[in-house]
């Protein structure tokens, strides 16, 4: 899979033409219907915490070191024992391929290219089977609880995700309830979703978008297909009768006993949450606010970082998601704590600005951006990433919880 020297050179000019995820947003505005890019780009409530993400990130400051010999720069990293080229993963996306069809596809392939990690999610857009044929060595699989009595199709998909080959599962905490996403509302996209007559303007003035419509069909849940009885419809009528809930914490116990590889929980922003999952035999966290999309009022995730690694941190491994645009994040991340980062809407945008190459270009450019972000920091390694000197003023201090028993 090697990238032959065109596919090189492209991929070289479009980290000069779209140097920073703000282009390809620009871009991905005008090139996609209306309706998928609010989907993808909107948050819960009045978006506060969505751009508290990103405000919060760039508080962050490092200090650089310089005088020191920074060549060659080495920014890959170990994560539950696998060598990966950089600590930098594809958060799971539902329903990704409204915003770019082929979507999960895509990202598999850029992700095994690139020798990051993919976390796909149960709401892909193909199944777990397929991206993990695509993906053989990078696949993580995310999971949500379903149905809510019994949660026995989740646990279905854990085998399937195993018989696979998934290195990591990871069950997301943070939807016990359904959430309102206005700009959702507002564009009449709610699932089972149907197409208005507005929707149809936006998806005819979007060309580059709807050919690739019309050579990959329609997107749906391919997880799915096996439990819904199959067709479009169904299938849509089916995530909405059966997911939404969260996993409470009997539940993932019986999980952990169930999945026989490391296994993270994702969506913890309480250090009371973390020693719950560590005390569980959980490996790993994902501190995240879901990119803003379920609790407007939530911290964002690289505030409540600090403590969550202070607590939990010599027991488990801990990612960070939500805002995460590009390398610099990840060395903000990674010096408050974490061992690495994950991003969403950096990847969708890409595909959305640039269609079917541009997860690769985003994943090229994050190992770029965090290898320059080493140097600057006289890194040559990440192993020693910790001892960066940084100021964080937002960073929430008190450990004010009371620490959960656990039998
Ligand atoms: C359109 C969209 C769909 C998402 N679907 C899921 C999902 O199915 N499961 C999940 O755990 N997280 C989901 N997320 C949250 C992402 O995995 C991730 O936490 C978030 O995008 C990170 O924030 P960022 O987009 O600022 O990088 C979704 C996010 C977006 C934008």
């Known amino acids: 899979m090697d990238a032959v020297p065109s596919e090189i050179r492209r991929l070289a000019q479009l980290r000069r033409g779209f140097p920073s995820v703000s282009d390809l947003e620009r871009r991905a505005a005008r ?36 005088g020191r010999k920074v060549a060659p720069v080495d920014p890959s990293a170990t994560l539950f024992g696998r060598r990966y080229a950089a600590p930098i993963g594809i958060s799971p996306i539902g329903f990704d391929g409204i915003m770019w069809p082929g979507a999960t596809r895509l990202f598999a392939d850029a992700a095994q290219r690139a020798n990051i990690p993919y976390l796909v999610g149960t709401l892909a857009t193909e199944t777990i089977e397929t991206v993990a044929t695509i993906a053989p060595d990078v696949t993580w ?60 303007v936006q998806m005819a003035t979007a060309l580059p978008w709807s050919l690739a419509l019309a050579r990959r069909g329609r997107p749906n849940f391919a997880n799915m297909l096996a439990y819904s009885g199959g067709g479009y419809e169904q299938t849509a009528s089916f995530v ?24 993270m929980v994702k969506g913890v922003m309480h250090p009371g949450d973390a020693e719950q999952a560590v005390a569980l035999g959980i490996d790993g ?20 970082l600090p403590e969550i690694a202070r607590t939990v941190g010599d027991r488990c491994t801990i990612m960070l998601d939500s805002g995460v645009t590009g390398g610099v994040d990840v060395l903000r991340a990674m010096a408050l704590g974490a061992q690495g980062a994950f991003a969403g809407r950096a990847f969708m945008l890409a595909l959305a600005a640039l269609g079917d190459i541009g997860a690769r270009h985003m994943a090229g450019a994050f190992i770029e951006e965090l290898s320059s972000a080493m140097a600057q920091c006289g890194l040559t390694s990440l192993d020693h990433v910790r001892s960066l000197r940084t100021r964080h003023p937002d960073a929430w201090t008190s450990a004010d919880f009371t620490p959960p028993e656990v039998s």
Request: glycine letters at 10%; zero cysteines.
């Open 285 to 304: 966290i994902i501190v995240s606010n879901h990119g803003g999309r379920q609790f407007d009022a939530a911290p964002a995730g690289i505030d409540v």
């Open 141 to 200: 699989f995310q999971l949500y609880p379903l149905p809510a009595d019994d949660h026995r199709i989740s646990h279905h998909l854990a085998d399937r995700a195993q018989a696979a080959g998934a290195q990591v599962l990871v069950a997301t905490l943070d939807v016990p309830a359904r959430t309102k996403r206005p700009r959702d509302l507002r564009n009449g996209f709610v699932m089972p979703f149907r197409l208005g007559p507005g929707m149809l």
């Open 240 to 263: 909405q009768k059966n997911v939404g809930g969260g996993f409470e914490w009997e539940a993932l116990a019986r999980l952990r006993d169930r999945w026989p590889r490391p296994m």
């Open 31 to 66: 090139r996609i219907p209306r309706f998928a890019f609010d989907f993808i780009q909107g948050g819960a409530g009045d978006e506060s915490g969505l751009l508290r993400n990103r405000a919060a990130l760039q508080s962050v400051q490092i200090a650089p070191r310089y």
